[in-house]
């Protein structure tokens, strides 16, 4: 029996895993459950764990980069749609997309995610040009984050850091930034009666974006240290069966217990219209079935200046995790 580390969020999808219900076949796993931020920070700078939660964004630049240190399994942990995560001031002058031309936008890291697909969205759906804007960088809560690997960035993208003091939450009640991009809910949407949402109809936009595009963003996939791959090739494999099982035990009966497994009062209606919307996979793991996904996201590293030349999707993932076997 193989001992590896994995570290990831507490998510249903994975839970079956983190308490022992599934277990991939040859290993024993030891989880550690932390937020991403920590997660990917880790793993980027140390290579701290076996297994670990991996930023979609970061890998594949590090990837494109001729950073061989870690092998994908296409098990997306997170994914999420980016509409509601665009914040202004009130008394700002920014009513629309449009508005953003030549502004400062705080994003935590230029290189994050998050930020990719929203800039993403800017551009095909509101024609934003991104060159013309200046993105500050920094914490959001506290000061003093940043990129968590080098950028190789042209000319053309203006990137500049906070003050070492400032946080993204205060730069924006401040006016120091025009605007906010943030996977998190900044506290000052909580607590401050001055800041919106640039898309306070969110919902309604995601629902377009997807019927659309047929795009639910990925996040975060699986990645394992490539030592251990070379020296244990069958290890990729047995670990993407066990995330696809988890997923599938998180997932099963929701809508037929008799008790709410979950503090959401209209479960059943939302899970109801979520199979309307996706189908009965909502949330699948796969190279074929995210292919547009994952391709629509490379080019927009090529477009927002973060890779000359990103990876094909099928080089970021173990061969071992892209085919199917019959009997």
């Known amino acids: 029996m193989l001992d590896l580390t994995l570290a990831c969020g507490r998510y249903d999808r994975v839970q079956p895993l983190l308490d022992g219900r599934v277990r991939p076949e040859g290993i024993e796993l030891n989880t550690i459950s932390i937020g991403p931020e920590e997660c990917f920070w880790r793993m980027l700078q140390n290579s701290e764990f076996d297994v670990a939660e991996m930023s979609l964004a970061s890998y594949s630049i590090a990837t494109a980069n001729g950073d061989e240190r870690f092998v994908g399994i296409p098990a997306f942990l997170s994914r999420s749609f980016r509409h509601s995560s665009m914040y202004v001031r009130e008394d700002g002058d920014i009513r629309a997309p449009a508005d953003l031309a030549g502004k400062r936008i705080g994003v935590p890291e230029y290189q994050m995610t998050a930020s990719v697909w929203t800039r993403g969205l800017l551009v095909d759906d509101f024609d934003v040009d ?64 001055g800041i919106r949402r640039l898309f306070p109809d969110y919902r309604a936009r995601e629902l377009d974006y997807y019927e659309r595009t047929s795009i639910f963003p990925i996040m975060h996939l699986v990645v394992v240290r490539r030592e251990i ?61 995210n292919r547009n996904t994952l391709e629509t996201f490379m080019s927009y590293l090529r477009q927002q200046g973060l890779c000359e030349r990103p990876p094909n999707p099928e080089d970021l993932f173990s061969p071992s995790t892209l085919v199917e076997f019959r009997i």
């Open 130 to 193: 991104l060159t013309d804007v200046t993105w500050c960088t920094g914490g959001l809560e506290q000061p003093g984050r940043v990129e968590r690997q080098p950028l190789r960035l042209p000319d053309s993208v203006h990137v500049e850091p906070l003050a070492h003091d400032s946080t993204l939450s205060d730069a924006l009640v401040e006016g120091d930034i025009d605007a906010l991009m943030a996977p998190r809910v900044p506290r000052v949407f909580r607590q401050t009666d």
């Open 229 to 289: 791959v070379e020296k244990h090739p069958w290890v990729p494999r047995s670990l993407y069966k066990a995330f696809c099982e988890a997923k599938s035990i998180s997932t099963a009966g929701l809508a037929d217990l008799p008790a709410l497994p979950y503090t959401m009062p209209f479960l059943l209606a939302a899970l109801e219209e979520q199979e309307e919307v996706f189908g009965a996979d909502p949330w699948p793991y796969g190279l074929e079935q």
